[in-house]
C-alpha cells in the first residue's frame, strides 16, 4: 500500500516537472480564405498574423504557438467543416483568419457556444454590433460600415450630387452602402446591389453610363475590385466620372493589378503605410523584407490580431481558460500598428479614420499617400444597442 | 446588347466544341471545360513570357490543343463504348485531377491577364456611346472563328466525314472514314476553341481554378438547346443563352426597381436572370425534344 | 442477402457501439463523420433507386436533398420546433417536387433526360438563392428540432439516422425484390417490351421518381439537422454530381452501391484531406482508375469475388 502511495506521489512530481518543463502550447485556429477570387486577401492577412507570430519567438503571451490554418474557398460549407474541425478536433483556444461577413456569419455561432473567443481580424458585420453583440467576439480592424462611413463623409464634403454606389449584395456589402449613406447626405442616382464573386460588370457599367451621375462610389472586395476598375477603365468611365473607393478596394493588391489607372483615386482607410508609430514601421520594414511586397491594410489586420492575442494571453498570465479576463484584456487594448487601440462593449475598435490618395512615388512606384484626417477616436452605429459592458 | 452577343460567341467556341464531340463520338465530356482553364492559364503564361498578348494567345491555342488530343489518346478514347454514366464519372474525375495540377503549378490565387495595351482603351462605336475596344475584339475573333469553322464543316471533306459521323457513325466507318485520327484531331480542335475562349475572356473574368464549371454547364445548355452535334445549334442556342443572361441581368433589376427596394431588386433580378436561361432550356426541350436544329435524324 | 446476412448486421451492430467507443477514445470527432456517411448513403440509395433500378439518370438528385434540408432550416426559422411536424412537412414537400419534376422529365429520354433534370435542379437553386430572408448564398441556420422524446444531440442524431437509415434500407430491400421493383428493372432493361406487356411504364417511373424524392428529403433533412444549417450547396449541380459519383462508385444498381458509394468517397475524402491539400487529386485519380478498372463499382468487385 505504501509502495503504491510513493509511486503516485514520484508520479505525480514528475507530472508536474514535466508540465513545468514543457508549458501548454496555445492553438490557433486560423480559417481564411486562400483560394479563389478572394485569395489575395486571405493570404495576406495569414501573412501578416504569421510574421508578427515569428517576431515574437513563436510565442504569443509568452507561450509557444501553434497555427492551425486551413482554406474556406470563401464557401460557408466549407468553412463550417474547416470550423467544426477546429472546434472539436483540434481543440483549439482561439479562432480567427475569416475575411468574408458571410462566412462568419455562417459559422459564428458555432464558434461561440463552444466559448472560443473569436478574434476578426477583416469581417465586421454590423449583425455582431448591436443587439446580438457576442461576449466571445472581437474585431481588431473595424465595423464593415466604417470605411465606407468616412468615404461617404468625404465625398459629402467634397458637396458631389448625383452620386452612384455599388456593392455586392451580401452582410458586408450591404453595411458598406448603409454606412456610406450614413454619412453622405447628398442625391443618390441609384443604388446597385452586385453578385458576390461575380467578375463581369459589364451590365453595372451600363447602368453607370445611363445613369449619369456625378460620382461612383463602390465596394468590391478582392479580385471583384481588380476586375471593375480595370472594366470602368476600360470603358473610358474613370476619365468621365470619378470613382471613389474604400481602401479596400484601392490597396496594394489592387494597385499591383490595375496599375497606372489607379493614379488619383481617393480612398479612406484605418492604416496607411506611413503611420508614425514603432510598430507600424517595424511591420512595414519587416513584411517587405519577409514577402518582398508592399504590405496591405489585411496583412497589417493579421499582423494586429497576433499582437492583440499576445497583450491578452500575457494578461491572464496564459492561462486561457480564464475567459472572463480574458475579455477583459482584450476590451483593455493593446499597442496596435495604428497605435493603442481600445475596443467598445461590442468589441469593435475605438480609432482614427484617414483621406489616402493613389499616386506615383519618385522611384516609379504607384503607392497609397496619407491624405488626411476624416474621422478622430470613431466608433461604429451600432455600439449603443449592445447589452454588454 | 452587344455584351450579350460578345458573350454568346464565346460561349458558342466552348459549345462548338462539346457538340461536335458529343454529337460523333457520343460522349459526354466534362472536362471540357477543364480545357478552357487550361487554355487561359496558359495564355496567362505564355503572354507574361513572351509579353506579346497575340504571340500569347497563339501558344496557347496550340498547347491546349496538343493537351486535348493528348487526354484523347491516352485517356478518353477507352470510354467511347462505354455508357454515359461512365463518362460522367471519368471526366468528372478528371475535372478533379486537371484543376488540382493547375492548382499545384500555378497556385491558388487568380491569374492576372491583362487586354493588350492597344484595346484596354474605350472605342466611340457610336457617337457619344463608347464600348470598350477589347469586347469588340473579341466579338470579332468569335465571329472569324465561327465562319471558319463553318468553312471547315461544309465546305472540306474533314468537315464531310464529321458531318456524317454526326449522322450515322456506323455508316460512316463503313464508308472509310479514318475515324480514330478524326477523333483526336476533332478533340484538338476542341480543345483549340476552348483556348480561344479562356485566353479572350480571362482578361475580362479571372483566370482562376474552377473557371471551367460554371461555364461548362452553360455550355451544355447550349448544345441541348441548339441540338447535339449541329455546330449551327450551338451558335444560335449559344446567342440566345448569352443574350438572355446579359439582358437578364441588366434589365431584370431596372425592371424590378420599379416596383420594389434595390435590394429586392438585385436579389431577384440576377436569379431570375439564370432561372430564364433554364427555362428556356425546359420551353426548347418541350416542344422541340431533339433541339432546335437536330443533326441525327 | 441470403448468402451475405450476416454481414449488414454485423455493421449494424458495429455501427450500434461506434459512439461510446469513439467519446472514450476522444475520437467524437468520427462520430460526426459516420453521421454524415450514413446521411449521404441514405441519399445515395434513394439516387440508386431511380438510376441503378429503373436506369433514369437524374442529374438533378440533389434538388430534393436540399429542399428537404431548406425546408427543415425554414420551419426552424418560422418557429416550428417540433419534429413531428417539420418530418413530415420536408418530405412532402420534396416529394411534391419530385412528382412535378418528374411528370415532365420523364417525356423525355437519354441525354435529355439527364439535361433537363438539371435544369429544373438549376431553377430550384436559384429560385432558393434569390430568398434573402431565408440567407440567400450564404444558407441559413437551422436550429435543431425538438422530438419530445429524446433531445437531438450529436449522439442521439447519431442513433436517430442510424435508425432511419436501417429502416429505409430494409423498406427498399423489400421494395426492389418486390413485384414493384421487378417491374422497374424490367422497365431499365426494356421499355417498349415492358409497354408492350401492359406495364404502365410513365406510371411506375414516375412513382419510383417520387419515392426517390422522398427518401433523399428525409436525408436533407437529417443534413440541417446534423449541421445545423442548410446551405445552398446542398442544391448545387456539384451536389448532384456527388451523389452520382457514389452511386457509380458503389455500384450502380447493386443493392449495397449507394451505401458503399458513400462510405467509401467521404472516407477516401477526409484520409487524402488530412495528408495533403491537393486531397482532390487523390479523389479524382483514385475514381478515374475504379472507372476505368472497375466498371461495376465497389460492390461489383464484390459480387465477382463471392461468385
Given at each position: 500500500m505504501k509502495r503504491i502511495l510513493w509511486l503516485m506521489v514520484l508520479l505525480g512530481l514528475a507530472g508536474f516537472s514535466l508540465s513545468l518543463a514543457q508549458p501548454r502550447t496555445v492553438k490557433i485556429g486560423f480559417v481564411s480564405t486562400l483560394s479563389g477570387g478572394g485569395a489575395a486577401l486571405g493570404i495576406d492577412a495569414r501573412?501578416?498574423?504569421?510574421?508578427?507570430?515569428?517576431l515574437l519567438n513563436n510565442q504569443l503571451g509568452g507561450l509557444p504557438v501553434e497555427v492551425i490554418v486551413a482554406d474556406d474557398q470563401q464557401n460557408p460549407d466549407v468553412a463550417r467543416q474547416a470550423v467544426d474541425r477546429m472546434l472539436k478536433r483540434e481543440r483549439v483556444d482561439f479562432m480567427t483568419g475569416i475575411i468574408f461577413s458571410n462566412i462568419l456569419l455562417a459559422v459564428g455561432d458555432a464558434i461561440?457556444?463552444?466559448?472560443?473567443?473569436?478574434?476578426?481580424?477583416?469581417?465586421?458585420p454590423s449583425e455582431y454590433a448591436g443587439e446580438r453583440c457576442n461576449p466571445y467576439f472581437f474585431n481588431v480592424a473595424w465595423q464593415n460600415d466604417n470605411l465606407h462611413e468616412a468615404m461617404g463623409q468625404y465625398v459629402n464634403t467634397r458637396r458631389f450630387e448625383n452620386v452612384f454606389i455599388l456593392a455586392p449584395n451580401y452582410p458586408a456589402g450591404r453595411d458598406a452602402l448603409t454606412g456610406f449613406k450614413r454619412f453622405y447626405?447628398?442625391?443618390?442616382?441609384?443604388?446597385?446591389?452586385?453578385?458576390?464573386?461575380q467578375l463581369d460588370f459589364s451590365a453595372e457599367i451600363a447602368q453607370i453610363r445611363a445613369a449619369k451621375p456625378k460620382a461612383v462610389y463602390t465596394f468590391q472586395p478582392g479580385a471583384m475590385g481588380v476586375n471593375f476598375i480595370k472594366q470602368y477603365a476600360e470603358a473610358g468611365l474613370l476619365r468621365e466620372i470619378p470613382l471613389f473607393l474604400p481602401g479596400f478596394s484601392a490597396d496594394a493588391d489592387v494597385i499591383r493589378a490595375v496599375g497606372r489607372p489607379m493614379v488619383g483615386i481617393y480612398n479612406s482607410s484605418h492604416w496607411a503605410l506611413e503611420l508614425n508609430n514603432p510598430v507600424n514601421q517595424r511591420f512595414v520594414e519587416e513584411f517587405r523584407k519577409a514577402y518582398n511586397r508592399t504590405p496591405t491594410l489585411y496583412a497589417s489586420q493579421g499582423y494586429?490580431?497576433?499582437l492583440m492575442l499576445d497583450a491578452a494571453i500575457r494578461a491572464v498570465g496564459g492561462d486561457v481558460s480564464r475567459k472572463d479576463d480574458l475579455r477583459k484584456a482584450f476590451l483593455a487594448g493593446f499597442n496596435s500598428t495604428r497605435g493603442p487601440l481600445k475596443f467598445n462593449p461590442n468589441g469593435y475598435p475605438i480609432q482614427n479614420y484617414y483621406l489616402r490618395q493613389v499616386v506615383q512615388a519618385p522611384n516609379g512606384e504607384i503607392i497609397n499617400r496619407l491624405a488626411g484626417n476624416i474621422f478622430s477616436n470613431h466608433s461604429d452605429a451600432y455600439v449603443s444597442q449592445c447589452k454588454l459592458k | 446588347m452587344l455584351n450579350g452577343v460578345q458573350f454568346g460567341l464565346m460561349l458558342f467556341l466552348l459549345a462548338a466544341g462539346l457538340t461536335l464531340v458529343f454529337g460523333i463520338m457520343d460522349m459526354i465530356n466534362l472536362a471540357h471545360g477543364s480545357l478552357y482553364m487550361i487554355g487561359a492559364y496558359l495564355t496567362a503564361t505564355f503572354v507574361g513570357i513572351t509579353g506579346v498578348f497575340w504571340l500569347g494567345v497563339l501558344l496557347a491555342v496550340v498547347g491546349t490543343a496538343l493537351i486535348g488530343m493528348l487526354l484523347e489518346f491516352s485517356i478518353l478514347r477507352q470510354l467511347y463504348r462505354r455508357d454515359h454514366l461512365s463518362q460522367v464519372l471519368a471526366t468528372f474525375a478528371l475535372i478533379l485531377i486537371i484543376n488540382e495540377v493547375v492548382r499545384i503549378i500555378w497556385g491558388s490565387q487568380p491569374l492576372l491577364l491583362s487586354a493588350p495595351e492597344g484595346l484596354s482603351g474605350p472605342i466611340e462605336i457610336l457617337p457619344g456611346l463608347n464600348y470598350s475596344a477589347f469586347r469588340l475584339t473579341i466579338i470579332g475573333v468569335g465571329l472569324v472563328v465561327a465562319m471558319g469553322l463553318f468553312l471547315l464543316v461544309n465546305n472540306t471533306r474533314v468537315g464531310m466525314w464529321l458531318r456524317a459521323g454526326a449522322s450515322n457513325r456506323e455508316m460512316a466507318?463503313?464508308?472509310g472514314v479514318p475515324i480514330k485520327p478524326l477523333f483526336t484531331l476533332l478533340f484538338g480542335v476542341g480543345a483549340a476553341l476552348c483556348a480561344i475562349a479562356g485566353a479572350f475572356?480571362?482578361?475580362?473574368?479571372?483566370?482562376?481554378?474552377?473557371?471551367?464549371?460554371?461555364?461548362l454547364i452553360l455550355a451544355f445548355v447550349v448544345i441541348v438547346i441548339g441540338g447535339i452535334g449541329s455546330v449551327k445549334g450551338a451558335l444560335v442556342g449559344a446567342l440566345l443563352v448569352g443574350i438572355v443572361d446579359t439582358a437578364g441581368r441588366a434589365f431584370l433589376p431596372?425592371?424590378?426597381?420599379?416596383?420594389a427596394s434595390p435590394e429586392v431588386a438585385s436579389n431577384l433580378?440576377?436569379?431570375l436572370a439564370s432561372i430564364l436561361i433554364y427555362l428556356l432550356m425546359a420551353v426548347v426541350l418541350f416542344f422541340k425534344p431533339q433541339g432546335l436544329f437536330p443533326a441525327r435524324t | 442477402m441470403p448468402r451475405n446476412w450476416p454481414i449488414p448486421l454485423v455493421l449494424l451492430g458495429l455501427l450500434l457501439v461506434f459512439p461510446p467507443i469513439a467519446s472514450a477514445t476522444g475520437l467524437e470527432f468520427y462520430t460526426g463523420l459516420v453521421t454524415k456517411i450514413m446521411i449521404f448513403a441514405l441519399a445515395a440509395s434513394s439516387l440508386n433507386l431511380i438510376l441503378g433500378y429503373g436506369g433514369m439518370v437524374s442529374f438533378g438528385h440533389a434538388a430534393y436533398f436540399g429542399v428537404g434540408a431548406y425546408a427543415a432550416a425554414i420551419l426552424a426559422r418560422e418557429g416550428v420546433s417540433s419534429a413531428w411536424v417539420i418530418w413530415p412537412v420536408a418530405m412532402v414537400l420534396s416529394g411534391l417536387l419530385a412528382f412535378l419534376i418528374g411528370a415532365i422529365c420523364l417525356r423525355t429520354r437519354g441525354v435529355y433526360f439527364i439535361m433537363i433534370t438539371l435544369a429544373f435542379a438549376q431553377m430550384i437553386y436559384f429560385l432558393v438563392v434569390s430568398f434573402k430572408q431565408y440567407g440567400g448564398e450564404d444558407g441559413l441556420r437551422a436550429r435543431r428540432p425538438d422530438f419530445g422524446l429524446f433531445e437531438l444531440s450529436d449522439t442521439t442524431l447519431y442513433y436517430l439516422t442510424l435508425a432511419v437509415l436501417t429502416a429505409v434500407l430494409y423498406a427498399l430491400y423489400r421494395l426492389v425484390n418486390s413485384r414493384f421493383g421487378r417491374v422497374l428493372q424490367a422497365i431499365r432493361e426494356n421499355e417498349s417490351r415492358a409497354a408492350t406487356i401492359g406495364y404502365p411504364v410513365y406510371q411506375f417511373q414516375l412513382a419510383a421518381f417520387v419515392i426517390a424524392g422522398v427518401l433523399a428529403g428525409l436525408a436533407g433533412v437529417l443534413m440541417a439537422h446534423y449541421t445545423q444549417y442548410a446551405s445552398p450547396n446542398l442544391l448545387a449541380w456539384q451536389q448532384s454530381g456527388h451523389l452520382m459519383m457514389m452511386v457509380i462508385l458503389g455500384g450502380v444498381g447493386q443493392f449495397w452501391g449507394g451505401v458503399l458509394g458513400a462510405a467509401t468517397l467521404l472516407i477516401v475524402e477526409e484520409i487524402l484531406q488530412d495528408l495533403t491539400i491537393y486531397w482532390q487529386l487523390g479523389v479524382g485519380l483514385i475514381l478515374l482508375l475504379i472507372v476505368l478498372f472497375a466498371p461495376m463499382g465497389i460492390a461489383g468487385l464484390f459480387g465477382r469475388r463471392a461468385r
Open positions: 501573412d501578416g498574423f504569421n510574421l508578427a507570430v515569428r461561440f457556444e463552444e466559448k472560443i473567443h473569436y478574434i476578426s481580424l477583416n469581417a465586421g447626405k447628398g442625391k443618390i442616382a441609384a443604388e446597385v446591389y452586385n453578385r458576390l464573386n494586429d490580431a497576433a | 466507318q463503313a464508308m475572356l480571362g482578361p475580362i473574368l479571372a483566370v482562376q481554378v474552377g473557371m471551367g464549371e460554371s461555364i431596372l425592371l424590378l426597381s420599379q416596383v433580378g440576377p436569379a | -
